[in-house]
């Protein structure tokens, strides 16, 4: 069946350095991809998401890249603060055929100040 | 907007109980989903509904089941509880298709 793949599991990076967590997707129909943070005790909630149609977008700190061909897309954040720390999710879904909206296990993002 | 709203927050069930979590969201969105977190692990879909009436497994169905009898309520049931149900459980809904979703602040479930 479907499968989301993600690493690392757990990454810690001092403040100011830059994380990058990467995903691996098995459906290739597969056309959009939203990345969730969730701080310790918390709902997971949408950070950023990229379209199938679309390579990179970026938002202030964080991009996502997508790389179609490879089925794999990468959360990049750039100089983390402290407040960052949390666990990301990546996810994939589709909207043709049967749908789904499938997690990665997760990314413990640590940022040491 | 309350958003999505699971009911309840923490519960403790003894093996073969049954219970009914909760959930029920104002957004007027049409697709609902269950997850649940065990530690440490990622999101796993249990099961989703596409509108009133409609349901369809997730990853993980066994041991639940749902019914979707209108918009706002997607109520997950577990029949005979088992140690393995041990999890935090989160409700979600989004708009339509490949769209953000927006989650409940979760049931922690503990079975012993």
């Known amino acids: 069946g479907e499968n989301v793949e993600q690493h690392p599991s757990t990454l810690s990076v001092q403040e100011g350095d830059s994380a990058v967590i990467k995903c691996t997707y098995s459906d290739s129909a597969s056309n959009y991809f939203p990345w969730y943070k969730q701080e310790l005790g918390k709902r997971p909630q949408l950070i950023i998401d990229?379209?199938?149609?679309?390579g990179e977008k970026k938002d202030q700190r964080i991009a996502v890249t997508l790389n179609k061909t490879a089925k794999h897309f990468s959360l990049h954040i750039t100089e983390t603060q402290p407040e960052d720390s949390a666990v990301y999710f990546c996810a994939a879904s589709r909207n043709s055929g049967t749908y789904k909206y499938i997690f990665g296990t997760g990314t413990r993002l640590k940022v040491l100040a | 907007n309350a958003g999505v709203t699971q009911t309840p927050k923490f519960r403790i069930l003894k093996i073969g109980q049954s219970m009914t979590l909760q959930c029920t969201q104002d957004?007027?969105?049409?697709?609902m989903y269950w997850y649940r977190q065990d530690p440490g692990m990622g999101l796993k879909l249990i099961y989703y509904?596409?509108?009133?009436?409609?349901?369809d497994k997730g990853e993980v169905p066994n041991g639940y089941n749902v019914s979707r009898s209108t918009t706002e309520d997607f109520p997950l049931r577990l029949e005979l509880a088992a140690p393995s149900q041990t999890s935090v459980y989160f409700c979600?809904?989004?708009?339509?298709?490949?769209?953000?979703?927006?989650f409940g602040q979760g049931t922690r479930l503990t079975v012993v």
């Open positions: 979600a809904s989004s708009e339509g298709m490949n769209t953000e979703a927006f």
């Open positions: 957004m007027n969105h049409n697709y």
């Open positions: 509904s596409v509108g009133a009436g409609i349901t």
């Open positions: 990229i379209r199938s149609n679309v």
